[in-house]
């Protein structure tokens, strides 16, 4: 997720880091490395001068030249720079109260991710404790209705749909009448898209817009289309309107141009970006944690969300004890890659830990070393995985036929879980080992 931009920024800190005055030419060079930064992004010129312009200003004031550490103090006024470019703060949907029908209408090109997003985002609602109605309004792309309805099905939630209807008008103004006789208090609603702009799919977007009358008018943009998603989604707010801004694929947008340019150009918030594929990977946009990423500098905040909806309160408790006793099993190192696959893959979490980033090289994490890991454990009994002491020579040549490796590899997956559980000892009784590894991390 925007490693390119982040590497470059990365580097542009590097260079002013550990010196004892930042002259007026270090600032002028170092903004001019982050001009061609945004630029290489894909960020909107206009949106790049300004940027430049106001970081100049700031970054050549009194305060900052004569800062204790200039260099921090720089880093910190690009840092303000960039949340201001991604909208400041977080901005919620905003829904009527749950004894009343809020209606969401859901917009933009085809093959942006509507449809997908709309499940994805009735499934976070209804975790909100919403009552959801998805409406198959998409009635130009073959097999949108049939792709909401599968979609629907995964997160459970209804789908409202009318086969013989072929006018999108007429099949919400259903919908919102099944909504309300139904006590639904959420509805969202999936709109057709085009290849292009074009004035049909405007008129007919704009004459669902008066019927749903909806609090909220959604503008759904692949995040890797760049100035293009920009220009877009003005295009739309011009026309129809919107309130807010979905950004899918961000989990692959190396670049940022969009999530960069968006708020500027356009005057409206991102509301949530889709990083995955799975019906719960939608999450909500943090500009100062996505600045924090872009610097290089973690987002421990999105880090600790994604451990808590994953990893239960009593089994993390039982978790910590068994690290502090040393019964810490290969059985629970099993479970641990499960968790660790719900929060998401090694290096998305590498990169929310302040410090991980050009410490650690996605060289270093061999996700592939885990599988087979996974599947040398899995080759042994409910009996060994609980007491790997038992596990002599030829358990282990058994396990290692079983889970197609080598014996030599058995032996290092069981030397380096026992070192494993002694460090977990380690850190869990020593407050001042565990403040340590914290610095070490930059936390």
């Given at each position: 997720?925007?490693?390119?931009i982040?590497d470059?920024?990365?580097?542009?800190?590097?260079?002013?880091?550990g010196?004892?005055?930042?002259s007026?030419?270090?600032?002028q060079d170092?903004?001019?490395?982050?001009k061609?930064?945004?630029l290489?992004?894909?960020?909107?010129?206009?949106?790049?001068?300004?940027?430049?312009?106001?970081?100049?200003?700031?970054?050549?004031?009194e305060?900052?030249?004569?800062?204790?550490?200039p260099?921090?103090?720089?880093?910190?006024?690009?840092n303000?720079?960039?949340?201001q470019l991604?909208?400041?703060?977080?901005?919620?949907?905003?829904?009527?109260?749950?004894?009343?029908?809020s209606?969401?209408?859901?917009?933009?090109?085809?093959?942006s991710?509507?449809t997908?997003?709309?499940?994805?985002?009735?499934?976070?609602?209804?975790?909100?404790?919403r009552?959801?109605l998805?409406?198959a309004?998409?009635?130009?792309?073959p097999?949108?209705?049939?792709?909401?309805?599968?979609?629907?099905?995964q997160?459970?939630?209804?789908?409202?749909?009318?086969?013989?209807?072929k006018?999108?008008v007429?099949?919400?103004?259903?919908?919102k009448?099944?909504?309300?006789?139904?006590?639904?208090?959420?509805?969202?609603?999936?709109?057709?898209?085009?290849?292009?702009?074009?004035?049909?799919?405007?008129?007919?977007i704009?004459?669902?817009?008066?019927?749903?009358?909806?609090?909220?008018?959604?503008?759904?943009?692949d995040s890797m289309t760049?100035?293009?998603?920009?220009?877009i989604?003005?295009?739309?707010?011009?026309?129809?309107?919107i309130?807010?801004?979905?950004?899918?694929?961000?989990d692959?947008d190396?670049?940022?141009?969009?999530?960069?340019?968006?708020?500027?150009?356009?005057?409206?918030?991102?509301?949530?970006?889709?990083?995955g594929?799975k019906?719960e990977?939608?999450?909500p946009?943090?500009?100062?944690?996505?600045?924090?990423?872009?610097?290089?500098?973690?987002?421990?905040?999105?880090?600790?969300e994604?451990?808590?909806?994953?990893?239960?309160?009593e089994?993390?408790?039982a978790?910590?004890?068994?690290m502090?006793?040393a019964?810490?099993?290969?059985?629970?190192?099993?479970?641990?890659?499960a968790?660790?696959?719900?929060?998401?893959?090694?290096q998305?979490?590498?990169?929310m830990?302040?410090?991980a980033?050009?410490?650690?090289?996605?060289?270093?994490?061999?996700?592939?070393?885990?599988?087979?890991?996974?599947?040398?454990?899995?080759?042994?009994?409910i009996?060994?995985?609980?007491?790997?002491?038992?596990?002599?020579?030829?358990r282990?040549?058994?396990?290692?036929?079983?889970?197609?490796s080598?014996?030599?590899?058995?032996?290092r997956?069981i030397?380096?879980?026992?070192?494993m559980?002694?460090?977990?000892?380690?850190?869990?009784?020593?407050?001042?080992?565990q403040?340590k590894l914290?610095?070490?991390?930059g936390?």
């Amino acid at each position: 997720m925007l490693e390119r931009i982040s590497d470059k920024f990365s580097d542009i800190f590097r260079q002013l880091s550990g010196k004892a005055t930042i002259s007026e030419k270090n600032i002028q060079d170092a903004v001019e490395e982050i001009k061609v930064a945004l630029l290489e992004a894909d960020v909107n010129l206009r949106v790049v001068r300004r940027f430049v312009n106001r970081t100049i200003e700031e970054a050549k004031g009194e305060a900052v030249l004569k800062a204790v550490n200039p260099g921090q103090q720089f880093v910190k006024i690009v840092n303000d720079k960039i949340v201001q470019l991604l909208g400041d703060e977080h901005q919620d949907l905003e829904l009527k109260g749950p004894d009343a029908l809020s209606s969401i209408l859901m917009m933009g090109l085809q093959g942006s991710g509507k449809t997908t997003t709309s499940a994805k985002l009735g499934l976070r609602l209804k975790k909100e404790g919403r009552r959801v109605l998805l409406v198959a309004a998409d009635l130009v792309r073959p097999a949108a209705v049939d792709q909401l309805k599968v979609l629907g099905k995964q997160v459970d939630l209804e789908v409202f749909s009318l086969e013989k209807e072929k006018d999108p008008v007429k099949l919400v103004g259903e919908a919102k009448k099944y909504a309300i006789k139904s006590s639904f208090n959420t509805m969202i609603v999936d709109t057709s898209g085009r290849l292009h702009l074009d004035e049909e799919m405007m008129k007919q977007i704009v004459d669902i817009k008066r019927v749903l009358d909806p609090q909220e008018q959604l503008f759904v943009a692949d995040s890797m289309t760049g100035q293009e998603a920009v220009t877009i989604a003005k295009s739309f707010d011009e026309q129809v309107g919107i309130s807010g801004v979905v950004l899918t694929k961000f989990d692959s947008d190396t670049r940022g141009g969009a999530a960069l340019s968006l708020k500027s150009v356009t005057g409206k918030p991102i509301k949530y970006v889709g990083v995955g594929e799975k019906p719960e990977d939608l999450d909500p946009f943090y500009p100062e944690r996505i600045a924090s990423r872009i610097l290089g500098m973690g987002d421990v905040v999105s880090l600790v969300e994604k451990a808590q909806e994953t990893i239960d309160l009593e089994e993390a408790a039982a978790l910590q004890e068994k690290m502090i006793s040393a019964t810490f099993t290969l059985e629970d190192y099993l479970e641990s890659f499960a968790r660790m696959r719900k929060m998401g893959s090694v290096q998305s979490l590498l990169e929310m830990i302040p410090g991980a980033k050009g410490a650690i090289s996605e060289d270093d994490i061999d996700e592939k070393e885990m599988k087979k890991e996974e599947a040398i454990i899995l080759s042994m009994t409910i009996v060994e995985r609980r007491n790997h002491r038992i596990i002599g020579p030829s358990r282990r040549k058994r396990i290692a036929k079983g889970s197609g490796s080598s014996v030599a590899e058995v032996n290092r997956l069981i030397k380096r879980f026992e070192k494993m559980r002694l460090m977990m000892k380690k850190v869990s009784k020593n407050k001042k080992y565990q403040a340590k590894l914290m610095q070490n991390l930059g936390v």
